[in-house]
Structures are given as structure tokens and as C-alpha cells.
């Protein structure tokens, strides 16, 4: 088996069916396997400004409606904002992908993400209807070949 330090490149689409979090720890577990991965590092940036990608908890479906009812406290869709010439939920996007991240890096150890025991990793949709989201992966590190 040969080690090399390598990178690759992904676009991983998801397909969301409104507002909420959309697990996607399985589909880059799948990738980095599919890749080869060893220990590297692994970067998620979604592409899109009224969406945003986390990592939380993925045990207790209550933790996601609770972090969802903050995000509305922060952003309520009722405001009075300039900028509404794509709907009541855009500009409350914009704002909730500001106050969370567009990107992330994951160390990868062995093929695997390290994430806690409770942790995953998730696009979360700002928006109220549903949309073809875009992640961007990279890897960089080793890979193993037989």
C-alpha cells in the first residue's frame, strides 16, 4: 500500500425541501471512501448566500428545531428589509448564513471525519422553498492505493 499526499476536488448537491438542516455526514463519509482519503483535511464551502453549512448535534431532532427557532428570532421574515425584490425569506437568508459559516475544515484521520460521538455535518436552508444547494469539497492529504 502507497501513501500519497494528494488533492481532490467534489461538487456535492442537495437537494433541500425548505427551511431546515440537511444531513450531509454520510454523503462526504461516502466520498472521502470512494477518494481514498487517509489523514488530510477536508474543506466544505457552500456555494450559495442564502445557505450555510454547520456541524451539531445529530442525536436529538429537538436541538435542530430549537437552533431553527433561533435563527428566525435573529432574522424574522417580518422585518421591514430594503432589499426584497426576491421575497419575504431572502433577505432573512442573508442574514442567517452571515451569522453561521459558509465554510468549514474537518480533519480526516484514517478516512474518517473526526467529529464527536453526537456531531454531524449539515447544510441548513434558509430559504422557505425548497433549492438545489451546491457544496464545494476538497480534500487534501494522503491517500492510500493498493
Avoid at 3 to 19: D, P, Y
Avoid at 23 to 31: C, D, G, S, Y
Avoid at 42 to 67: C, G, K, M, Y
Avoid at 73 to 90: N, Q
Amino acid at each position: 500500500m502507497t501513501n500519497m499526499l494528494t488533492q481532490h476536488h467534489h461538487a456535492l448537491v442537495i437537494e433541500t425541501s425548505g427551511q431546515g438542516f440537511s444531513e450531509v455526514t454520510r454523503r462526504l463519509q461516502n466520498w472521502l471512501t470512494e477518494i481514498h482519503a487517509g489523514d488530510g483535511l477536508l474543506t466544505v464551502f457552500v456555494r450559495h448566500t442564502s445557505a450555510s453549512v454547520t456541524i451539531q448535534e445529530n442525536a436529538d431532532p429537538d436541538v435542530l428545531a430549537d437552533l431553527q427557532q433561533a435563527l428566525h428570532r435573529f432574522a424574522p421574515e417580518s422585518s421591514d428589509y430594503r432589499h426584497s425584490s426576491e421575497g419575504p425569506d431572502d433577505m432573512p437568508g442573508h442574514i442567517k448564513s452571515m451569522l453561521t459559516a459558509t465554510s468549514m475544515s474537518i480533519p480526516v484521520v484514517g478516512g474518517t471525519p473526526v467529529l464527536g460521538t453526537w456531531q454531524g455535518v449539515f447544510l441548513i436552508e434558509h430559504r422557505t422553498g425548497p433549492h438545489r444547494r451546491r457544496l464545494a469539497l476538497h480534500y487534501f492529504g494522503e491517500t492510500t492505493q493498493n
